[in-house]
């Protein structure tokens, strides 16, 4: 026999277990290898962050009361330590269903949390849910990407093409940058939401405000702009620090490859500028033929994206609250989801995010 028999085999994601009870972490390893996934463990906080450094999980569960360093520490700590691992799914494990705990993990950035003694049904259900959820995040991110640098790459820097107005309709943040890395464009949205990290403005060059991270951004964009000519599928990113309270500002920028027939100050990179705090929100008007919404399916989304309860929706959209679940229902159908965590999930990523507001329809 020949040839390797793991060839074109799925990758099988990687979780990592964190939990001071050797016993119950044993069990979650094995339920978690018994469904197909790589099981790391840790059997505190220290180890946790250790593995982390070492090898990047595709999900982590993480005991909260742990002697040394507790779980909200490991989660600040990664946040802070890898800000280039803000998707990976964060669950706590607690023992008590005490709302003081889950509100504290919510604002420290968990994704969910299960009550112990843990059902390992729900356990893999939700493991299974979160890594869906962010792999259609992953997948709808690429594509709008590969479809703003398709269209970037075809563009003059001729005010009249009308590519300004169309990039500051774009939620993200994007910076467009000429081969000496000075600004051609920049949306409203990188204006917005570099206010106090970067300088941007038009003809010059691109700066972080802080001195310790200028060079950083200058050698990646540098590196970014030398891979121009190429054929573009060159990606990198950073994360720039901001005030102690914000979470750091991401960056990922790309070539745009060149043409011959280019003028000598035509885009060459372009930068795509997010704030983790902040999470666009869809236009109406996009979301409804995206999905195949009707226009009370599209509200009532925005409406759930926003975190109103049914009873709420009903009486700020002057409907039933059956009417409500009903239309619910045809959204979980149409998206393909199952439940409402991931029915949010996947219209805050939704492609080419808009900025303004729905003109009234």
């Not at 799925?10 to 978690?32: F, G, I, K, N, Y």
């Not at 500051?168 to 206010?195: K, M, S, Y």
């Not at 990290?197 to 951004?217: C, F, S, V």
Request: glycine content about 6%; overall charge negative.
């Amino acid at each position: 026999m020949t040839g390797d028999p793991t060839a074109g085999a799925p990758v099988r994601s990687t979780v990592l277990c964190v939990e001071d009870e050797a016993q119950l972490r044993r069990d979650m390893v094995e339920e978690l290898q018994e469904a197909g996934y790589t099981a790391i463990e840790a059997a505190n906080g220290t180890e946790a962050l250790a593995q982390i450094d070492a090898i990047r999980p595709d999900l982590i569960l993480c005991d909260i009361n742990m002697p040394g360093t507790n779980g909200y520490e490991v989660l600040r700590t990664l946040r802070d330590r890898h800000p280039e691992y803000a998707d990976i799914p964060f669950i706590f494990l607690t023992a008590l269903a005490d709302p003081r705990e889950i509100v504290e993990g919510k604002r420290s950035g968990a994704d969910d949390y299960l009550i112990k003694p843990v059902d390992f049904d729900l356990m893999l259900a939700t493991v299974q849910a979160r890594l869906r959820q962010i792999e259609r995040i992953r997948i709808q991110r690429d594509a709008e990407l590969d479809r703003l640098r398709a269209t970037l790459s075809g563009t003059q820097p001729d005010p009249g093409a009308g590519i300004e107005q169309v990039l500051d309709l774009v939620a993200t943040g994007i910076v467009l940058l000429d081969r000496r890395g000075h600004v051609r464009h920049a949306n409203c949205g990188a204006r917005e939401v570099g206010t106090g990290t970067l300088e941007i403005k038009t003809g010059a060059p691109l700066r972080a405000l802080e001195p310790a991270q200028r060079d950083h951004l200058k050698d990646l964009l540098a590196r970014v702009i030398a891979d121009s000519p190429q054929s573009g599928d060159h990606v990198l990113s950073c994360a720039l620090a901001r005030a102690p309270d914000q979470r750091d500002l991401l960056v990922v920028a790309c070539p745009i490859p060149a043409q011959s027939t280019a003028p000598h100050d035509a885009p060459v990179a372009a930068l795509f500028i997010t704030d983790p705090d902040r999470r666009p929100r869809p236009s109406a008007s996009v979301l409804a033929p995206l999905f195949g919404l009707t226009r009370t399916e599209a509200e009532i989304a925005l409406e759930l994206a926003d975190g109103h309860k049914p009873a709420a929706i009903a009486a700020a959209l002057g409907i039933a609250q059956t009417t409500v679940a009903f239309h619910m229902r045809n959204l979980f159908q149409k998206t393909g989801t199952g439940r409402q965590a991931e029915l949010v999930a996947l219209i805050l990523a939704g492609p080419l995010t808009l900025a303004r507001p729905d003109p009234q329809m």
